[in-house]
Structure formats: C-alpha cells, structure tokens
C-alpha cells in the first residue's frame, strides 16, 4: 500500500490509491456477520442499479465497469467445522468493438 505524506488517516479521496486496469490487487477483512451483509447489500444493490461500482477501503479506491453473466457459487462443507462459501464473480466490460469483415 502506498502512504501519503498525512499521517491524520483522514486521507480525501483524491489522496487514495486508485486501483485500475493492468494490477492486480486484493484485500481480505474479517468482519462481522452483519458488517458482511450491509457490504454484500450493497455490492447487490448496484448491480441492480446499474453497471458500475467503486469500492473502497482506507486507502484505496477501486472503481469497476462490469458486465453479464454474473457467476455465483455456493459451498458447502457439512462436516467437522461446517462452512458455506459464497462466491460471486462479475466479469468486466471493454470498450474494444470487433474489427471489420469486407
């Protein structure tokens, strides 16, 4: 992660990293259930909206135009320590058109 030159943590957005095209970048967090769900309210709430969304975090910023289909997977391993895993993966878009056909 990049550091600015404030140490305040009230970083504006201008000051963020911007996350584009040609990096990779990935970020785990362990929250609580109900901070999950408000996240996961919200990605889903602007996929329904529209076909952009701009995560985030304290330092970052990652904005995404994303396309369709949209794959979701659902696991679940019922024994010893039981877990479901919820993976949903949006593909994203291009603005390249196909080359001519004479």
Same mark, same amino acid.
């Given at each position: 992660?990049?550091? %600015?030159?404030?140490? *305040? +943590? $009230? !970083?504006?957005?201008?000051?963020? &990293?911007?996350?584009?095209?040609?990096?990779?970048?990935?970020?785990?967090?362990?929250?609580?259930?109900?901070?999950?769900?408000?996240?996961?309210?919200?990605?889903?709430?602007?996929?329904?909206?529209?076909? %952009?969304?701009?995560? *985030? +975090? $304290? !330092?970052?910023?990652?904005?995404? &135009?994303?396309?369709?289909?949209?794959?979701?997977?659902?696991?679940?391993?019922?024994?010893?320590?039981?877990?479901?895993?919820?993976?949903?993966?949006?593909?994203?878009?291009?603005?390249?058109?196909?080359?001519?056909?004479?």
């Amino acid at each position: 992660m990049s550091q %600015t030159d404030s140490d *305040t +943590g $009230d !970083e504006t957005e201008d000051e963020l &990293t911007l996350i584009r095209e040609g990096r990779d970048f990935e970020q785990e967090y362990r929250l609580s259930a109900a901070e999950a769900g408000r996240f996961l309210v919200e990605i889903g709430e602007k996929l329904q909206q529209g076909n %952009t969304l701009t995560i *985030t +975090g $304290d !330092e970052w910023k990652l904005p995404f &135009t994303f396309g369709e289909p949209v794959e979701l997977e659902v696991e679940f391993e019922g024994y010893d320590e039981q877990e479901l895993e919820i993976e949903i993966e949006i593909p994203g878009t291009t603005d390249e058109t196909a080359p001519s056909v004479e």
